[in-house]
């Protein structure tokens, strides 16, 4: 059984943190990050990924790239990259920018263009397979990749193979940049569709800390998992919660106050 105290302690003081690198960089996608951070917080939790950063590790590839804080928050807590190097989260000259990039320690692959890390995540997997090497590639996706003919293909190569040791998270929050996802390109019912190119589909809350470790450490099935994670974005901040305008807007000092209170409870 999770230990529920625990992921939600952990959790909160992410959105904590992630809300002040945010703000004091006066950048965007505060409402991305704390959709997916729930699921970060145990992936990270669980992965079997240290400071060393052994060749045998789990793979772990973020596509919707510009959740960057919440992953360097977690490359931090882990001791991959220095505590102290948040401060610089989108500062001149850092090379802690708003979309993860490999050059940063414990990024498998650079993110933000949508439809390229389900790729790489099956060149992962593909490699362990071929390699006989111990762990996973996980791959974390955003609802709007769902549009994109790489993600299919992609869907359909893993499958081919069968890459039971792929595991992928499909943040589903219900909007894209534009605006809801179902307006733009309606791709329900999603979990039939992966099921259509041979995956194994299951659909969890994405805020519920049992639903997402229980996706993470079920036995293999002998397929490639996509799990369908129901989110909101903005979660955790009442005034940000399914309000698109966060995908790009910076919280002011009267939001950035109000929020963390909201946190702080």
């Not at 069968?162 to 605006?179: E, H, I, R, S, T």
């Not at 994670?229 to 901040?237: C, E, F, L, P, Q």
Request: aromatic letters at 10%.
């Amino acid at each position: 059984m999770s230990d529920v105290a625990y992921y939600k302690k952990i959790a909160l003081e992410a959105r904590k943190k992630v809300l002040s690198m945010i703000y004091r960089a006066q950048t965007s996608h505060i409402g991305s990050n704390f959709s997916s951070l729930d699921i970060l917080a145990v992936l990270y939790n669980i992965a079997n990924v240290d400071k060393d950063l052994r060749e045998d590790r789990d793979r772990i590839v973020i596509s919707k790239g510009w959740v960057a804080a919440s992953v360097y928050y977690f490359l931090a807590r882990k001791g991959i990259i220095p505590k102290e190097d948040l401060e610089t989260f989108c500062e001149s000259g850092s090379k802690y920018v708003g979309l993860v990039e490999p050059y940063v320690r414990g990024i498998e692959a650079a993110g933000g263009s949508m439809g390229f890390g389900l790729p790489f995540g099956v060149g992962f997997a593909l490699a362990k397979k071929i390699k006989k090497e111990k762990g996973k590639a996980f791959v974390l996706m955003s609802d709007g990749e769902m549009d994109c003919g790489t993600t299919w293909e992609s869907a359909l190569i893993a499958s081919h193979h069968k890459l039971d040791n792929l595991l992928v998270f499909v943040d589903f929050n219900g909007l894209q940049a534009m605006g809801k996802v179902k307006e733009i390109l309606n791709v329900e019912p999603l979990k039939e569709k992966w099921q259509a190119f041979g995956w194994e589909a299951r659909e969890i809350d994405g805020h519920n800390f049992e639903e997402i470790e229980n996706s993470l450490i079920s036995p293999p099935s002998g397929k490639p998992v996509v799990i369908i994670a129901r989110t909101i974005k903005g979660k955790g901040v009442s005034f940000m919660e399914n309000n698109n305008i966060w995908h790009y807007k910076a919280p002011s000092e009267n939001e950035y106050n109000k929020a963390l209170k909201e946190l702080n409870g």
